[in-house]
């Protein structure tokens, strides 16, 4: 290594800045859509939203299928209406999830960029504390071959 193509702690902390936070950089970027977005990706996606859902639709076929025939709204075979709301909800949610997962991909973009770049700047500053060690060696060796 060149000491003198190393650069000093004051430049490298001059060319790299300290990258902003991540997480708020992300959250002043989002629009109120986008926020919603999030919030029924994240909402949606656990497994006690299948578990609602799941039941729901087990009560609903059950009803329609061991009910007294009279009080049946959605009759076997055919479960038109279970179909039909089903078919809704998944209409619905699917875009809205697909969305939240766009968001929640840039905002690990920005991790990633963020990463990088404190990655760069520590290489720069590993970089230099070797040289300055490499130096402290050599004046170390120096001084003892003078002793002896």
Known sequence: MNVKTIETLIEIRKKYSSPENANELNQKRLTNLEKLALLVTEKIGIMGFFFIIFTWTVLWLSWNLFAPMEIRFDPYPSFVFWLFISNLIQLHLMPLIMIGQNIQGRHAQIRADHEYETNKKAEKEIEMI???????????DEILRKLK
Do not use: F, G, I, T
């Open 130 to 140: 070797l040289s300055h060690l490499e130096n402290q060696n050599k004046l170390l």
